[in-house]
């Protein structure tokens, strides 16, 4: 039993919670899950079994998809209506501003990682230093931004409710875009609803919930959902391969994949640094 398993997660669940529930039904420990979504948040969660667990890094890299909403005028020390008020203030928010706003973040930029998160610092996860009232100094990592799109506006109780589709690179924390959206506006936010819709070729369409999840669910076979280029393997090929040689970059791409003759992906390869050889990557022997 070696694939993949799209999940559409439901609120309260932790992502550990989804990857317990997949190794209990599959009976075994090698699951992993490919991007956290926290207990808040609901959608696409990619989870990886057995020799598809070796896919985790790489399908953790994918650009992702969501739906969020945002209460503007609102601050907690979690970035989202779960945690406790540090500001409360009335806020009104032209449609026409926030979208000039959402335009003019489209880009680049360096984003400040939130207190509550599993980011490491000094060995310690940030959450940890939260609830000790520990200082800390943020780490700021370089995200992209490929789209924003309001898809609703909304005043309720002098705030400013607003529902934006985020096409985001990895690492992207929506709950501080929500909030950097707000400071280009002069005031504060936090999120009070995620859902993942995308992540990479992966669809909510294709999802299915955790409690649909039994020993006959298919697996989604790893071969459907890589795009890198398939090299074919021959007698001589396969021989380096087998023994983790590195290989001359004739292809010149930046990850290729070597597959048997009935397109079995047998190893990834990524390119050395001045492109010219080709190094064992994820190896499937």
């Known amino acids: 039993m070696d694939g993949l398993l799209i999940i559409d997660k439901e609120k309260d669940y932790t992502s550990r919670d989804v990857v317990n529930i997949v190794s209990k039904v599959f009976k075994t420990k090698k699951v992993g899950h490919t991007g956290t979504l926290d207990p808040l948040a609901t959608g696409v969660l990619v989870i ?24 503007f005028g609102t601050l907690t020390d979690t970035l989202d209506n779960t945690g406790n008020i540090i500001k409360d203030e009335d806020i009104h928010i032209k449609k026409e501003e926030l979208e000039k706003v959402l335009k003019n973040m489209i880009g680049n930029y360096s984003q400040t990682v939130p207190i509550y998160s599993a980011v490491k610092v000094n060995g310690r996860k940030l959450y940890e230093y939260a609830r000790n009232n520990e200082e800390v100094t943020l780490p700021v990592h ?144």
Not at 49 to 58: F, H, P
Not at 194 to 212: D, S, V, Y
Not at 218 to 234: G, H, M, S, T, W
């Open 142 to 285: 370089d995200v992209n931004i490929y789209s924003l799109d309001l898809l609703d506006i909304k005043y309720v109780d002098n705030k400013t409710i607003a529902t934006i589709k985020c096409h985001v690179s990895k690492g992207t924390y929506i709950r501080s875009l929500g909030n950097d959206i707000a400071s280009n506006l002069n005031t504060c936010a936090i999120m009070t609803d995620l859902r993942r819709t995308k992540q990479g070729k992966f669809l909510i369409e294709k999802a299915i919930k955790i409690n649909e999840v039994n020993s006959d669910t298919k697996l989604i076979d790893i071969n459907d959902y890589l795009d890198y280029p398939r090299i074919k393997l021959d007698d001589k090929l396969y021989t380096y391969v087998k023994n983790g040689r590195y290989i001359d970059n004739i292809y010149n791409e930046d990850i290729v994949s070597f597959v048997t003759e009935d397109n079995n992906i047998l190893a990834i390869y990524k390119s050395s640094e001045d492109g010219k050889l080709l190094k064992p990557f994820k190896m499937f022997l």
């Open 48 to 71: 990886c079994v057995n020799r598809a667990t070796k896919l985790v890094e790489l399908l953790s890299s994918l650009d992702k998809e969501y739906i969020a909403t945002f209460e």
